[in-house]
């Protein structure tokens, strides 16, 4: 059973920067397919970013140039640095794997995925 554990959450203040790992369990992580969702209060789970096995990714508009997502295969780890926050960055953010290759087209469709996180929270202040 592989496990996905999330840390680097907190509070920050506008403008901030936050990164946020994501650990994962299995020797063949580098075959995963990986992503970052999250999920405000009151709100549905909405896709952040995503990285492919061999490095592709893809990101929600409202990212765009200010999160950044990367692996590091020989640590077992997904990261999320997350620059210029803003007060509706503020969620649970959880990581997502699933050993399917998927194209980058359907990075974003939390369906996809069948490993998570149990999320951490990030809070940012206005």
């Known amino acids: 059973q592989v496990q996905l554990v999330e840390s680097g959450g907190g509070l920050v203040q506008a403008g901030d920067s936050l990164r946020l790992s994501c650990a994962a369990s299995?020797?063949?992580?580098?075959?995963?397919?990986m992503a970052w969702f999250r999920q405000a209060p009151g709100k549905d789970r909405e896709f952040v970013a995503g990285?492919?096995?061999?490095?592709?990714?893809k990101y929600a508009r409202s990212v765009l140039g200010r999160f950044t997502i990367s692996r590091d295969n020989a640590k077992n780890t997904m990261y999320l640095q997350m620059n210029s926050l803003k007060p509706e960055d503020t969620a649970v953010y959880s990581c997502a794997g699933t050993d399917r290759h998927l194209i980058t087209g359907v990075l974003g469709s939390a369906e996809n995925y069948n490993v998570w996180g149990q999320g951490t929270q990030v809070t940012v202040s206005s």
């Open positions: 990285i492919k096995y061999i490095g592709g990714s």
């Open positions: 299995t020797r063949a992580f580098s075959t995963y397919t």
